[in-house]
């Protein structure tokens, strides 16, 4: 199968392969490093750098992670690389987990206060008598 769908003479992928999973594709997958201890690559498909600052911001936050960034290696190829490296009392995959874990309960909490907001700017428009 062909990363890239005909269209035309233009080689740039349909929008849906930047968000949507082949058949035979997996979301992550990881790899142990073999040259460094408690240290391992992941591949996370469909993603872009939008997950990719969020997770590696959040891994950094964690004390055990010793290191952590990420790449993307070309922008019409929707996969990040990130490369983890933690402490002996931990592993990449645990840090990982616990990061993306950190990441939904700040982007919930996020939309708890922004629609908090929301629904405050209504009712102060609805006092003054103004339409929304």
Do not use: W
Request: charged content about 35%.
């Amino acid at each position: 199968h062909s990363r890239f769908r005909s269209r035309g003479m233009s080689n740039k992928p349909e929008p849906s392969e930047f968000y949507i999973l082949e058949d035979d594709e997996k979301k992550v997958e990881y790899e142990k490093d073999e040259k460094l201890t408690n240290c391992g690559m992941f591949a996370i498909r469909k993603e872009d750098h939008t997950i990719g600052n969020i997770t590696r911001a959040h891994l950094l936050r964690n004390k055990k992670v010793l290191f952590a960034g990420y790449r993307i290696h070309h922008p019409l190829i929707a996969e990040i690389k990130f490369k983890v490296r933690t402490t002996a009392d931990s592993s990449p995959p645990a840090a990982m987990n616990k990061a993306l874990n950190d990441s939904m309960k700040e982007c919930r909490k996020l939309k708890k206060t922004f629609n908090e907001a929301v629904h405050t700017f209504k009712q102060a428009q609805l006092g003054r008598g103004e339409e929304l």
